[in-house]
């Protein structure tokens, strides 16, 4: 109780920064936004429809209270709901983050626990070698070098969008999440399609992830291997590759879960890039997009949902790990 006790100052907290932040940049965010050439009379009428023209701590006050009630505002260049950028945009990129995730915990995971298996063997070497490399190297020159190699080079993959052309203009969705439309409209080919244009940003957001769980996992199976039951399971005559998987394994992955909340942020951090690389039309794309046009409104709107989502994640992650540990109390 305590931890969900926290998160509301927390978000409020979140709230406050990104409201200030984003108002400390001099100048007119409507002037600067529709790029000087509109009228001074249309300018302040835009002021006035948005709210722009009142005091700040009554802006302030209509932000939280808007916030609230999950309205998110309306953006300055094109006057679209941000809650719909949301919904439409937002879903491609929880579409990407999820594949990434999966990708990111199966290859971490794996490589980690053969480092910790084998330590101190060309195994363990190879292993970390790789998690340093890929963890270190930039999501953009990873994603370039695959569209390269596997889009260009070799033809097998498609190196941008969502889909194609033909798939975009006849989907009929339901959820914004591809993969599961298609399946709900028991088209099987569109499937093949989303699932051929996910899998090159899916993998090269999720291996540039899978760095952090590569070094996490190797180091809590090397300390894991060291504790009293597993010597005491040794001594029973378990064989080492019950005691490895079977008992050292399952107790390594608790500190696991516990990153695995964070690795949301840097999935999402990880996302803008990819998805620009990619032009794959999530929130992230888009928030550069709006970055680019000085709509400070919609840049406003879309970071409050990224801290919300990382904030809710990370709760989720906290009483998901108590579950599995009964040791944990919040």
């Known amino acids: 109780m305590t931890r969900l006790a926290l998160v509301v100052p927390m978000i409020f907290i979140l709230l406050t920064l990104v409201f200030l932040l984003m108002r400390v940049a001099p100048g007119d965010p409507i002037t600067a936004s529709l790029g000087g050439h509109v009228p001074p009379a249309v300018v302040n009428q835009i002021k006035e429809q948005l709210g722009y023209d009142r005091p700040i701590y009554d802006q302030y006050g209509s932000y939280l209270a808007d916030i609230a009630r999950g309205d998110f505002g309306t953006t300055i260049t094109d006057r679209r709901p941000i809650g719909d950028i949301i919904v439409q945009n937002g879903m491609a990129t929880v579409e990407l983050t999820f594949y990434a995730m999966i990708v990111a915990i199966v290859v971490g995971v794996t490589f980690g626990l053969l480092a910790g298996r084998y330590r101190d063997t060309w195994i363990d070497g190879g292993s970390r070698l790789f998690g340093i490399l890929i963890y270190a190297t930039p999501v953009f020159f990873l994603g370039l070098m695959a569209q390269l190699f596997f889009g260009s080079y070799l033809g097998w993959l498609p190196t941008s969008d969502r889909a194609s052309p033909l798939v975009e203009a006849t989907l009929e969705t339901h959820t914004h999440i591809y993969t599961i439309d298609t399946l709900l409209n028991g088209d099987w080919d569109a499937f093949v399609d989303v699932v051929k244009h996910l899998i090159l940003p899916a993998v090269t957001l999720g291996l540039v992830t899978a760095g952090v769980f590569i070094r996490l996992v190797r180091v809590n199976v090397i300390r894991t291997m060291k504790d ?90 906290d009483f998901v790990n108590a579950y599995i540990d009964p040791r944990i109390r919040y």
């Open 228 to 317: 009293d039951y597993i010597e005491a399971a040794r001594a029973r005559g378990i064989d080492e590759r019950s005691v490895v998987y079977h008992h050292a394994f399952r107790n390594a992955l608790v500190p696991v879960i516990t990153v695995v909340g964070l690795t949301v942020a840097l999935l999402l951090s990880g996302a803008v890039l990819t998805e620009t690389t990619f032009n794959w039309p999530g929130i992230g794309k888009t928030l550069i997009t709006y970055l680019q046009n000085r709509d400070y409104a919609a840049v406003q709107g879309i970071i409050v949902v990224f801290a919300l989502v990382v904030v809710v994640a990370s709760l989720i992650i």
